[in-house]
């Protein structure tokens, strides 16, 4: 695996998480990384992406709620998600680009052009 995501957990509605996704012996530094979401039986969607240079694009979604960031460092690109709601429930994915170009997925949901490489996915369900 390349990118390898972590961080999902059983949350109350309006709570807070963070997913992490990390490099796997594979430099970000230089790669756009998107976040996505695939909910029970339906088609994974684009939720946010961010460029090399922490640029930030997001869907409508998920704008004003979610976050996305980058440490270099820990090669490690973070989705803050806040004032989750049941909806966002599902299984949170990473991939990597060579930038931010948004797209039209296959069933009409926000992508990311040429995203590649993706993790196992964490899983988030958001129920009281």
């Known amino acids: 695996l390349y990118v390898v995501e972590s961080g999902g957990d059983l949350v109350q509605p309006g709570g807070s998480l963070k997913l992490s996704c990390r490099g796997n012996?594979?430099?970000?530094?230089?790669?756009?990384v998107g976040w996505y979401r695939q909910a029970p039986g339906k088609e994974r969607v684009g939720l946010s992406c961010?460029?090399?240079?922490?640029?930030?694009h997001y869907a409508d979604a998920v704008k004003g709620r979610f976050t996305s960031s980058r440490d270099s460092a820990r090669n490690t690109v973070y989705l803050q998600m806040n004032n989750l709601k049941h909806e966002d429930t599902g299984i949170y994915y990473c991939?990597?680009?060579?930038?931010?170009?948004?797209?039209?997925?296959?069933?009409?949901?926000?992508?990311?052009?040429?995203?590649?490489?993706w993790g196992n996915g964490t899983r988030v369900t958001v129920s009281a």
């Open positions: 961010i460029t090399s240079s922490s640029a930030t």
């Open positions: 991939a990597h680009a060579g930038s931010c170009i948004p797209t039209t997925g296959p069933d009409g949901g926000q992508a990311y052009y040429g995203m590649d490489d």
């Open positions: 012996e594979y430099n970000l530094e230089h790669r756009a």
